[in-house]
């Protein structure tokens, strides 16, 4: 494959900044207060943004940064409005372009047509595949340790230079991911860490990790790990394999030869790619189930039962009783009843919602 190039011409246009703002910023940015007070001089800000990238003299504002608790602990840094635009253009019009006919089918993280729904399906296909062969189903269900916190930056920039020719693009890209490394980001991180969790200060570093929740570090994260998986299909040649950002699993009837790979993979991981697996990586059996997408597969006298996991549960439950009162309930409740739709979980759904006193007209949407 050709190295891309005359790519930065493409984001030199008014036309692609306005329609970006509108069509992504304007209807997916939650807080609409930043919002507000960047429309206030809509045109001016974005024509300041423009005249920016024509004279090829980007700059960033400093990210707002504060840690989360739920689902789990993490670092968030939050992005300005100009530096979100500038994110999703750049991430459509270099990256996606570019990396996207390079991923393999079973890198099923996040992108249009991909996701949880299609990562199940996916798995549900290969574990009927492979139990036509009547033996013992085995998996190795493998994650990385922090791995947003994780990722290189001379890796990641490596492996751009070897999918990207043009140079202005190249430079842009550089300045993103580098825009973690300002002592005073550094700081920040670390002042919070200290106060809220130690144990993430070992993984705060110059020239380490991309921010969670940038359209940009989204397709870092699926993009990364791509010569990876090909690694695992065409060198491993292991057929029953999927990925999801750092989570990913491999089937195969032979546990020995999953106990060979996890040892591969484990080095490959270390020495190419500066990733450590977790302690959580393990080698298992479908017939006491596998946890992955949310969902829990169980493979019992050759037929396959799919049930939701109890952190899935428990996180619903408590978001129903406290977001109940939050403008955007609707659209939180939607993305839940797909995945208990999918999950054979409708009538826990609707339970959780009744004892909750949900509105039966919500309950039936």
Not at 25 to 39: C, G, M, P, S, V
Request: hydrophobic share 35%.
């Amino acid at each position: 494959m050709k190295r891309r190039k005359n790519l930065y011409p493409k984001i030199e246009n008014i036309d692609v900044l306005f329609s970006m703002y509108f069509e992504e910023i304007q209807k997916n940015t939650k807080n609409k207060e930043k919002l507000e007070k960047y429309e206030q001089y809509l045109l001016l800000n974005i024509f300041q943004l423009y005249d920016q990238i024509c004279q090829k003299k980007v700059t960033f504002d400093p990210y707002i940064i504060f840690m989360i608790k739920e689902p789990k602990k993490r670092l968030i840094m939050s992005q300005s409005i100009k530096d979100k635009l500038l994110n999703h253009v750049v991430a459509r019009y270099f990256l996606l372009e570019t990396l996207e006919k390079s991923l393999i089918d079973a890198n099923v993280a996040t992108l249009k047509g991909k996701g949880t729904s299609y990562g199940q399906t996916l798995l549900k296909k290969y574990i009927h595949e492979i139990k036509k062969e009547r033996k013992e189903v085995y998996y190795l269900k493998c994650d990385i340790t922090k791995y947003f916190y994780s990722i290189d930056h001379d890796v990641l920039k490596r492996k751009l230079r070897k999918k990207i020719k043009d140079l202005d693009a190249l430079y842009l890209l550089n300045q993103i991911i580098d825009s973690t490394d300002h002592p005073k980001h550094i700081q920040r991180i670390k002042a919070i860490c200290s106060k809220m969790d130690d144990s993430f200060l070992s993984w705060i570093k110059k020239g380490k990790g991309i921010p969670i929740g940038n359209m940009t570090s989204q397709i870092f994260a699926i993009f990364y790990l791509n010569d990876f998986d090909h690694y695992v299909k065409e060198t491993l040649k292991n057929k029953y394999y999927i990925r999801y950002m750092d989570d990913f699993i491999f089937l195969d009837t032979d546990k020995e030869k999953l106990k060979r790979i996890y040892w591969k993979v484990k080095e490959i991981l270390k020495e190419e790619y500066l990733l450590e697996l977790n302690p959580k990586t393990h080698i298992g059996t479908l017939k006491n189930g596998l946890d992955f997408l949310g969902y829990r597969f169980l493979l019992k006298n050759q037929k396959l039962y799919l049930k939701i996991r109890n952190r899935v549960k428990k996180n619903f439950k408590k978001k129903v009783k406290n977001k109940k009162n939050d403008p955007n309930f609707s659209s939180i409740l939607s993305s839940y009843y797909g995945f208990f739709l999918r999950g054979n979980g409708y009538y826990l759904y609707r339970k959780v919602l009744l004892q909750n006193q949900i509105k039966k007209d919500i309950i039936n949407m």
